[in-house]
Protein backbone atom coordinates (compact mmCIF):
# COMPACT_ATOMS: atom_id res chain seq x y z
CA UNK A 1 0.00 0.00 0.00
CA UNK A 2 0.76 3.89 0.04
CA UNK A 3 4.21 4.14 1.89
CA UNK A 4 4.89 0.32 1.48
CA UNK A 5 8.47 0.95 2.32
CA UNK A 6 9.87 0.39 -1.59
CA UNK A 7 8.77 -3.67 -1.63
CA UNK A 8 8.63 -4.56 -4.85
CA UNK A 9 5.33 -5.07 -6.70
CA UNK A 10 6.28 -8.76 -7.65
CA UNK A 11 6.39 -9.50 -4.03
CA UNK A 12 2.92 -8.98 -3.48
CA UNK A 13 0.63 -11.59 -3.72
CA UNK A 14 -3.07 -10.35 -2.23
CA UNK A 15 -4.05 -7.33 -0.04
CA UNK A 16 -6.45 -8.41 2.69
CA UNK A 17 -8.72 -5.17 3.72
CA UNK A 18 -11.44 -4.31 5.90
CA UNK A 19 -13.23 -0.94 5.83
CA UNK A 20 -15.31 0.48 8.92
CA UNK A 21 -18.22 3.12 8.43
CA UNK A 22 -19.97 5.38 9.37
CA UNK A 23 -23.34 7.33 8.18
CA UNK A 24 -22.81 10.77 6.38
CA UNK A 25 -25.43 12.60 7.53
CA UNK A 26 -24.96 15.67 5.85
CA UNK A 27 -25.26 13.88 2.50
CA UNK A 28 -28.72 12.69 3.74
CA UNK A 29 -29.94 16.06 5.02
CA UNK A 30 -29.13 17.59 1.51
CA UNK A 31 -30.94 14.34 -0.52
CA UNK A 32 -33.63 12.83 2.09
CA UNK A 33 -34.23 15.15 4.80
CA UNK A 34 -33.83 18.65 3.94
CA UNK A 35 -33.96 21.21 6.93
CA UNK A 36 -32.84 18.71 9.50
CA UNK A 37 -29.40 18.65 10.90
CA UNK A 38 -26.67 15.79 9.59
CA UNK A 39 -27.67 14.18 13.55
CA UNK A 40 -30.87 14.47 12.63
CA UNK A 41 -30.75 13.28 9.07
CA UNK A 42 -28.56 10.19 10.52
CA UNK A 43 -31.22 9.00 13.32
CA UNK A 44 -34.31 9.83 11.04
CA UNK A 45 -32.76 7.57 8.46
CA UNK A 46 -31.56 4.74 10.86
CA UNK A 47 -34.96 4.94 12.11
CA UNK A 48 -36.73 4.68 8.60
CA UNK A 49 -34.57 1.37 7.84
CA UNK A 50 -35.10 -0.52 11.67
CA UNK A 51 -39.14 0.07 11.06
CA UNK A 52 -38.65 -0.40 7.35
CA UNK A 53 -36.83 -4.15 8.53
CA UNK A 54 -39.61 -5.09 10.94
CA UNK A 55 -36.92 -3.89 13.72
CA UNK A 56 -34.26 -6.40 12.46
CA UNK A 57 -31.68 -4.09 11.63
CA UNK A 58 -30.69 -0.15 11.55
CA UNK A 59 -27.91 -0.52 8.58
CA UNK A 60 -28.10 2.59 6.49
CA UNK A 61 -27.62 1.39 2.37
CA UNK A 62 -24.15 2.09 1.68
CA UNK A 63 -24.89 5.07 -0.50
CA UNK A 64 -24.71 6.61 2.49
CA UNK A 65 -22.16 5.50 4.81
CA UNK A 66 -18.70 6.73 4.69
CA UNK A 67 -14.90 5.67 5.32
CA UNK A 68 -13.41 6.52 8.83
CA UNK A 69 -11.20 3.16 9.03
CA UNK A 70 -9.15 1.30 6.54
CA UNK A 71 -7.06 -1.60 7.60
CA UNK A 72 -5.17 -3.47 4.96
CA UNK A 73 -2.44 -6.54 5.32
CA UNK A 74 0.24 -6.76 2.46
CA UNK A 75 0.55 -10.97 2.18
CA UNK A 76 3.61 -11.64 -0.45
CA UNK A 77 2.81 -14.81 -3.02
CA UNK A 78 3.71 -17.56 -0.11
CA UNK A 79 0.70 -16.50 1.86
CA UNK A 80 2.95 -14.95 4.41
CA UNK A 81 1.84 -11.45 6.01
CA UNK A 82 4.28 -8.71 5.69
CA UNK A 83 2.84 -5.97 6.86
CA UNK A 84 -0.28 -4.61 8.73
CA UNK A 85 -1.56 -0.73 7.89
CA UNK A 86 -4.13 1.36 9.31
CA UNK A 87 -4.15 4.07 6.99
CA UNK A 88 -3.34 7.72 7.63
CA UNK A 89 -2.91 6.75 11.59
CA UNK A 90 -3.67 8.34 13.74
CA UNK A 91 -5.32 10.97 11.91
CA UNK A 92 -7.57 9.29 9.97
CA UNK A 93 -8.59 11.50 7.34
CA UNK A 94 -11.47 10.35 5.28
CA UNK A 95 -10.24 11.90 1.91
CA UNK A 96 -6.52 10.25 2.89
CA UNK A 97 -7.46 6.80 4.09
CA UNK A 98 -9.33 7.18 0.59
CA UNK A 99 -6.66 7.90 -1.32
CA UNK A 100 -4.06 5.72 0.22
CA UNK A 101 -6.27 3.26 -0.28
CA UNK A 102 -6.81 3.70 -3.99
CA UNK A 103 -2.89 4.49 -4.57
CA UNK A 104 -2.00 0.99 -3.38
CA UNK A 105 -4.02 -0.64 -4.59
CA UNK A 106 -3.80 0.68 -8.46
CA UNK A 107 0.17 0.43 -7.52
CA UNK A 108 0.43 -3.63 -7.74
CA UNK A 109 -2.59 -4.39 -10.41
CA UNK A 110 -1.40 -7.62 -10.30
CA UNK A 111 -2.45 -8.73 -6.55
CA UNK A 112 -5.78 -10.12 -5.81
CA UNK A 113 -7.87 -8.43 -2.88
CA UNK A 114 -8.91 -10.37 -0.41
CA UNK A 115 -12.31 -9.29 1.66
CA UNK A 116 -15.59 -10.47 3.82
CA UNK A 117 -18.33 -8.44 2.02
CA UNK A 118 -16.12 -6.43 0.21
CA UNK A 119 -17.85 -6.98 -3.24
CA UNK A 120 -21.28 -6.23 -1.71
CA UNK A 121 -20.09 -3.81 0.85
CA UNK A 122 -16.52 -2.20 1.08
CA UNK A 123 -15.64 -1.68 -2.57
CA UNK A 124 -18.75 -0.04 -3.25
CA UNK A 125 -18.77 2.56 -0.35
CA UNK A 126 -14.81 2.78 -1.59
CA UNK A 127 -15.55 2.99 -5.52
CA UNK A 128 -18.09 6.03 -4.34
CA UNK A 129 -15.64 7.89 -2.41
CA UNK A 130 -13.31 7.78 -5.30
CA UNK A 131 -16.09 9.13 -7.15
CA UNK A 132 -16.76 12.18 -4.37
CA UNK A 133 -12.54 13.02 -4.50
CA UNK A 134 -12.15 12.30 -8.46
CA UNK A 135 -9.39 9.32 -7.88
CA UNK A 136 -8.40 7.82 -10.72
CA UNK A 137 -8.00 4.17 -10.30
CA UNK A 138 -8.23 2.96 -13.77
CA UNK A 139 -6.01 -0.28 -13.08
CA UNK A 140 -8.50 -1.47 -10.72
CA UNK A 141 -11.34 -1.81 -12.88
CA UNK A 142 -10.41 -5.24 -14.36
CA UNK A 143 -10.35 -6.82 -11.08
CA UNK A 144 -13.94 -5.80 -10.66
CA UNK A 145 -16.03 -7.94 -12.39
CA UNK A 146 -17.85 -11.14 -10.21
CA UNK A 147 -16.71 -14.63 -10.47
CA UNK A 148 -13.03 -13.66 -10.54
CA UNK A 149 -11.23 -15.11 -7.16
CA UNK A 150 -7.70 -14.69 -8.66
CA UNK A 151 -8.54 -10.88 -9.27
CA UNK A 152 -10.49 -10.37 -5.99
CA UNK A 153 -11.76 -13.50 -3.08
CA UNK A 154 -14.29 -12.44 -1.11
CA UNK A 155 -14.69 -15.04 1.11
CA UNK A 156 -18.79 -14.25 2.03
CA UNK A 157 -19.42 -14.90 -1.81
CA UNK A 158 -17.42 -18.35 -1.40
CA UNK A 159 -18.90 -19.83 1.56
CA UNK A 160 -22.43 -18.37 0.54
CA UNK A 161 -21.86 -20.64 -2.89
CA UNK A 162 -22.37 -16.48 -4.64
CA UNK A 163 -25.24 -15.59 -2.52
CA UNK A 164 -27.30 -19.13 -2.73
CA UNK A 165 -26.88 -19.52 1.08
CA UNK A 166 -26.68 -17.23 4.13
CA UNK A 167 -23.73 -17.28 5.61
CA UNK A 168 -25.03 -16.93 8.99
CA UNK A 169 -23.30 -15.45 11.54
CA UNK A 170 -20.40 -13.98 9.57
CA UNK A 171 -17.02 -13.44 9.65
CA UNK A 172 -17.35 -14.18 13.62
CA UNK A 173 -18.74 -17.14 13.14
CA UNK A 174 -15.89 -18.37 10.57
CA UNK A 175 -13.42 -17.21 12.97
CA UNK A 176 -14.90 -19.65 15.85
CA UNK A 177 -15.20 -21.85 13.83
CA UNK A 178 -10.75 -22.14 13.84
CA UNK A 179 -10.69 -21.86 17.22
CA UNK A 180 -10.08 -17.83 16.56
CA UNK A 181 -11.31 -15.09 19.21
CA UNK A 182 -13.35 -13.72 16.89
CA UNK A 183 -14.92 -10.30 17.93
CA UNK A 184 -14.34 -9.32 21.79
CA UNK A 185 -16.77 -7.36 22.97
CA UNK A 186 -17.24 -4.98 20.39
CA UNK A 187 -19.52 -4.94 17.08
CA UNK A 188 -20.11 -3.33 13.98
CA UNK A 189 -22.97 -1.44 15.57
CA UNK A 190 -20.60 0.50 17.92
CA UNK A 191 -18.44 2.19 15.72
CA UNK A 192 -20.76 4.89 15.16
CA UNK A 193 -21.05 5.51 18.98
CA UNK A 194 -17.36 5.19 19.42
CA UNK A 195 -16.39 7.84 16.46
CA UNK A 196 -18.84 10.60 17.79
CA UNK A 197 -17.01 9.88 20.92
CA UNK A 198 -13.58 10.68 19.66
CA UNK A 199 -12.20 6.86 19.94
CA UNK A 200 -11.26 6.35 16.76
CA UNK A 201 -7.89 4.41 18.17
CA UNK A 202 -11.06 1.53 19.35
CA UNK A 203 -12.65 1.47 15.96
CA UNK A 204 -8.62 1.31 14.64
CA UNK A 205 -8.42 -2.02 16.36
CA UNK A 206 -11.60 -3.48 15.83
CA UNK A 207 -10.72 -3.20 12.06
CA UNK A 208 -7.41 -5.04 12.55
CA UNK A 209 -8.86 -7.64 14.44
CA UNK A 210 -10.80 -7.99 12.04
CA UNK A 211 -9.01 -8.15 8.91
CA UNK A 212 -6.64 -10.58 10.82
CA UNK A 213 -9.58 -12.52 11.39
CA UNK A 214 -10.36 -12.49 7.63
CA UNK A 215 -6.67 -13.02 7.00
CA UNK A 216 -6.60 -16.42 8.85
CA UNK A 217 -10.17 -17.29 6.82
CA UNK A 218 -8.29 -17.07 4.11
CA UNK A 219 -5.70 -19.05 4.96
CA UNK A 220 -7.83 -22.11 5.68
CA UNK A 221 -9.56 -21.39 2.37
CA UNK A 222 -6.46 -21.69 1.19
CA UNK A 223 -5.84 -24.88 2.65
CA UNK A 224 -9.43 -26.64 2.09
CA UNK A 225 -8.32 -25.77 -1.82
CA UNK A 226 -5.38 -27.46 -1.58
CA UNK A 227 -3.04 -24.26 -2.38
CA UNK A 228 -1.48 -24.30 1.78
CA UNK A 229 -0.65 -27.71 3.67
CA UNK A 230 -1.45 -27.71 7.55
CA UNK A 231 1.94 -26.99 8.49
CA UNK A 232 1.94 -23.89 6.77
CA UNK A 233 -1.57 -22.83 7.84
CA UNK A 234 0.27 -23.47 11.55
CA UNK A 235 3.30 -21.76 10.61
CA UNK A 236 1.57 -18.77 8.70
CA UNK A 237 -0.25 -17.87 11.33
CA UNK A 238 2.83 -17.94 14.22
CA UNK A 239 4.50 -15.55 11.22
CA UNK A 240 1.51 -13.24 11.16
CA UNK A 241 1.26 -12.86 14.93
CA UNK A 242 5.17 -12.39 15.04
CA UNK A 243 4.36 -9.53 12.54
CA UNK A 244 1.50 -8.00 14.28
CA UNK A 245 3.94 -8.08 17.62
CA UNK A 246 7.05 -6.83 15.80
CA UNK A 247 4.75 -3.66 14.86
CA UNK A 248 3.65 -2.56 18.15
CA UNK A 249 -0.13 -2.43 17.40
CA UNK A 250 -1.19 -1.00 20.48
CA UNK A 251 -4.71 0.52 18.94
CA UNK A 252 -6.65 -0.98 21.83
CA UNK A 253 -7.87 -4.69 21.56
CA UNK A 254 -5.13 -5.96 19.23
CA UNK A 255 -3.42 -6.81 22.43
CA UNK A 256 -5.59 -9.04 23.79
CA UNK A 257 -6.59 -10.22 20.70
CA UNK A 258 -2.96 -11.69 20.10
CA UNK A 259 -2.33 -12.67 23.25
CA UNK A 260 -5.96 -14.95 22.95
CA UNK A 261 -4.22 -16.40 19.64
CA UNK A 262 -1.93 -18.58 21.61
CA UNK A 263 -4.21 -20.51 23.00
CA UNK A 264 -5.79 -21.26 19.73
CA UNK A 265 -3.45 -23.73 18.09
CA UNK A 266 -3.71 -24.82 14.53
CA UNK A 267 -5.14 -28.32 14.47
CA UNK A 268 -2.24 -29.77 11.45
CA UNK A 269 -4.04 -33.10 11.46
CA UNK A 270 -7.45 -34.61 11.15
CA UNK A 271 -8.24 -37.63 13.00
CA UNK A 272 -9.84 -40.70 10.32
Not at 104 to 115: E, I, K, R, T, W
Not at 132 to 139: E, N, Q, Y
Not at 179 to 190: A, E, N, R, Y
Amino acid sequence: MAGNGGCSKLDIGWIVFDVETVVDGELLARCLYPGLSPEEAAAAETERVLKKSGGDSTFVPHTFQKPVIICVLRVDKSHALEKITCLDAPQFRPSVIVSQFWQGVCQVPDAALVSFNGRGFDLPVLELAAFDHGIDIRSYWPRRGRFKPNHHLDLQEEFSNYGTARVYGGLNMLAKRLGLPGKQGIKGDDVSALVAAGRLDRVAGYCVCDTLDTYFVFLRHERVCGRVSPDQEAELRRVAVRVAREQALTYPGVPEYLDALDFYPVKTSVSA
